[in-house]
């Protein structure tokens, strides 16, 4: 895909591929006969659509940066690095019936399940059209099944719980999926919600997503051992790892999780190992790169899940070209979707944007 020399980490600016990751990443789902089976069993235009969902959700995360630092917004709060942890999972879910609780890193989710990419935008800009009606930044829709989250930590899996027990309630097989940071794990609300779901044997799906660091604190001084993989034991529940940077590996993974649970054998806890390719968020860029070491970033430079992906295709028969339409595509959607959001803005306050990056008003 493009790189952006102002917007993408360092490490993915000259993105090339390392053939030992290359490999690591086929090795990954040839190893486990399960989750082969189920990357087998995808069609070309399903994997294409992956490989679609991870460009929308890194654009996505690119046009807030940009709005940082063209002054339209103030801060962003980005999964770059980390969106094969999310798209993956969410395509594995059936979206006439399931259900999706994401964090806010997890704004890939939205899309994938059908908010519209104006609506993810309008909320950070808080127009009165946005989803929230301008009152909430974080995005969410009933209608695309997909729950819109709050930034208090660790408490939305409690509700994830709660969507899942009405599903048992009202007789229905649907499954929710939702994402727990690495840090969120410390919360007392977490806890309970994987005690209550592990009780009542409900059909949810909690994906650890370890990114290293929580806020300003690494993994390895919030969590010993450095490992979330045998947590679900302590639950007594199924789960399972995934890497967190294979988006095939991650669809798999879930795919298995939610035919256990429909199946009533929820609920399963996974654990994804991915990095966060920045700060806690656009402001505090600079104290990530201060927090973790050079190393960490040039290991998981080296694991781009868009560059390792575009890899994976290619070998698989995939022709660049094919994958190069599919990028102007979405580079045009992410485009066309940001002026309508932009456009929201300057109905609800009079703010005029002109060529030169300057702000004024009507």
Known sequence: MKRFPAFDP????????????????????????????????????????????LLRTRLHDTMLKRWVMQGVISKAWLGTGEEATTVGPVHALDQDRDFAVPMIRNAGACCEMGV????????????????????????????????????????MPPVAGGIALSFRARGEDGVVLTWIGDGSVKSGPTH?????????????????????????????????????????????????????????????????????????????????????????????????????????????GKRDPIGLYEEYLIGRGVNRSELEDVESRVSNQVDREAEEALASLRVSFGIVFRFDGSIGWK
């Open 192 to 300: 309970e919600a994987l005690n209550f779901a592990a009780v009542l044997r409900l059909p949810v799906i909690f994906i650890i997503q370890n990114n290293q660091v929580a806020l300003g604190t690494r993994v390895q001084v919030h969590h010993l051992p450095e490992d979330f993989s045998d947590l679900h034991e302590a639950y007594g529940v199924l789960g399972w790892s995934f890497d967190g940077n294979n988006v095939l590996d991650a669809y798999a993974a879930t795919r298995l999780a939610v035919d256990k649970c429909r199946a009533g054998e929820g609920p399963v806890i996974l654990s994804a190992d991915t990095f966060r390719m920045g700060g806690h968020a656009t402001h505090d860029e600079a104290e990530g790169r201060i927090i973790l070491p050079p190393e960490l970033f040039e290991h998981w």
């Open 116 to 155: 519209p990419l104006s609506d993810m935008l309008r909320g950070y800009l808080g127009t009165s059209d946005s989803p929230s009606h301008g009152r909430d930044g974080h995005v969410g829709g009933f209608d695309q099944r997909v729950l819109q989250p709050i930034s208090n930590i660790g408490n």
């Open 10 to 53: 360092p490490e993915y600016i000259d993105w090339k591929a390392d053939p030992t990751v290359v490999s690591e990443f086929s090795s990954t789902i040839e190893q486990n006969e399960e989750r082969l089976r189920q990357v087998e069993a995808l069609s070309q235009e399903a994997l294409l659509l992956l490989y679609e969902g």
